[in-house]
């Protein structure tokens, strides 16, 4: 037993010699997670001294020291930024602009040196400016329904202090740092996309990939592009990752051997130029990871030292996190490391010698034919493909789950039908930036990429290919959203009525993701109103949900429908056509749906002379959400005294009620719909 337990211990001490980088890494990880993980810090250090590595066990405990500093550090910082912006009426921030988005920046503040998020129409700045903005601080909170668009994961995820809403802000011109770097880096990168989307071509969505396959740029990058990738199962296709820049090296690898060049030199150009492909496209961390990999494998060759995958793979972890403590909490940076160590453990094991497509196994190999050698190569290949695509899938299965509440049931084989077309689509757009010659292969890349999105839409169409961790919603359940602005959707039933969608950005950025990872399938909607805040997400949704009916109840008059549906009976009161047209919310009807346990009358923000012409018989419900009308409000007395028993939603809009206007609390059960979470009823 003790020779057992000898050869185990001596089994392990000879693993961390062979990649004593490791132990260091752990450390740092318990140490940027904190809390009870900070065993794994401690533990570490232990393993490496009882394997009597103490050179490997000091590393680990310096790492982790740095790490924890790093933290304290920030932690710091942002409580000064905080403190400075609470303490004065006009918070003003001024510093670099780190980062340019979509629609904001990110300005690192001289004073407390911590990053912050500026949003709006006026804080559009490029990367390496000075400006000094004035601010208003922006709320932070918790995505309402898991899975969903997480603000405050996703700052902390990029080491962001704050998010604030840029007032007024002015650049005081470009600096020399960094930054400024990264803003020539944007500069080449929308240079060279204008060769892969010339004039015309903006809403082309196979130059949209081309643009994102190729360069990362994804900023004419249509949402339903997207979609059809992330339900597709290949959303990382849509970005450089650690996959474009292996196929970038090799490109650039196979060139370089035509030339006469010393063995140093190829390699210090093969270097370079990934570098620069790195920078331009955006420095994300899968495709950095990539890098500094490669890097350090070439460094290893060069001075002839034994190169241990897992020793480069930690390194590379470690380069990252001790200059960036943030990324451990960021998905890319988890999903591009796992996602490697398990596509590495997948090859070792599953590559052994044996083939699926072998030729006779009793033919020596040496006197293979050339029929036999192809065989044998697209054994390898065909092997290579399935391996890495059932190890990346299988490893990122629970992480997507635990991380963003969904997963996709077809991404392995679509993976693997569209690697083979990677590299002609990325080699023809790799040629398009040529000058000159570039638009010879323009077409043919557009090709290319036009099959790659064709193959992944068809995946992405079919039945349950990207599904919701949460599971389906009972028949009886309900749901009341709050979207902003005092506007709300609500949907009865599952699947059942969806009342109000809200504007076309709200509907795909906050009604679909809603429904989708609450677990419920519309099958009717009804619009209250014409404004676009109720209908104007109505395409979107339809999209999504092909057999979605669609009722215009605002277009109704002096009538009462009523519908049949999978999860009950749904009538619609119209508006009289004796109110007004001024206030919008006249046109509101009123909708009862009847489940098999349970009822639920909608009166939302209809007037009273609407609600006081309810049929009798409808005058029945379980639950009553109500909102605020401001010419004739129903207010929650009138519905407590004419529908005794029910329990109230007060819809956003209803806030304008007084205390005088809601029944006690002792009387009557209500609940409020906020913008921390929905109202959600089983």
Sequence with gaps: MDGKRGGIRESVRRWVLASPLFIPLVAVCGALWGGQLWGLSFVACLLAAVCKQWRVCIAAVLCAAVAWLHVLQTDAEQETLLNKIHSVAAPRVCGIVERSLTNGCVVRDDESGAPV????????????????????????????????????????????????????????????????????????????????????????????????????????????TVDVFKYGGCLHIFAVSGLHVGIIAGIVYFVLSRFMLRTRLRTILLLAITALYVFMTGLAVPALRAFLMLALIMLGRELKRPVSMVNIWSAAALLILL????????????????????????????????????????????????????????????????????????????????????????????????????????????????????????????????????????VADLPNAYLPYQAAQDADALMVYHTGYHDAFCVLGNPGVLINCGNEQTARFCTQPALFHAGFQPSLLVTTQKRASCSGGQGVLQAHYPHLQVLPAWQLKDEVRVFSTTAGTVSVVSASAELKDSPVQNASPIVLWEGETRSVLYVGDASLLTFERIPEYMLKADFVICGYNPALPVTPLHVSGGIPGAQLILLPSAASFTEHELPPDDKVKMWRVNTDSPCLIR
């Design 323 to 458: 200059t960036s403590p943030w990324q451990i909490h960021n998905a890319g940076f988890l999903l591009s490391f796992v996602v490697y160590a398990a596509i590495g453990i997948g090859i070792r094991y599953g590559m052994k010698p044996g083939a699926w497509l072998r030729p006779d196994p009793f033919v020596p190999p040496r006197i293979y034919n050339k029929k036999e050698r192809l065989i044998v190569q697209a054994d390898l290949w065909l092997r290579g493909v399935v391996i890495m695509s059932m190890s990346a899938w299988l490893v990122s299965l629970p992480i997507t789950m635990g991380l963003f509440h969904s997963f996709n049931l077809y991404g392995v084989f679509v993976n693997i039908i569209i690697t083979p077309l990677l590299l002609p689509t990325m080699l023809s757009g790799l040629l398009c930036l040529i000058p000159w010659v570039g638009c010879w292969f323009h077409s043919f890349a557009l090709s290319c990429a036009g099959v790659l999105l064709s193959i992944v839409g068809f």
């Design 117 to 224: 998020l500026l949003r709006g129409p006026q804080a559009a700045f490029k990367s390496g400016e000075y400006i000094v903005a004035d601010i208003e601080l922006l709320p932070s909170s918790p995505a309402p329904i898991l899975g969903m668009f997480d603000s405050a994961a996703w700052m902390r995820s990029q080491g962001i202090a704050t998010g604030a809403y840029c007032i007024k802000a002015e650049s005081l011109g470009n600096t020399f740092s960094f930054a400024a770097f990264r803003g020539l880096a944007d500069d080449l990168r929308a240079f060279f996309a204008a060769s892969l989307m010339p004039a015309g071509y903006e809403d082309d969505a196979r130059a949209q990939v081309l643009c994102a396959l190729v360069l990362g740029d994804k900023t004419y990058s249509d949402p339903q």
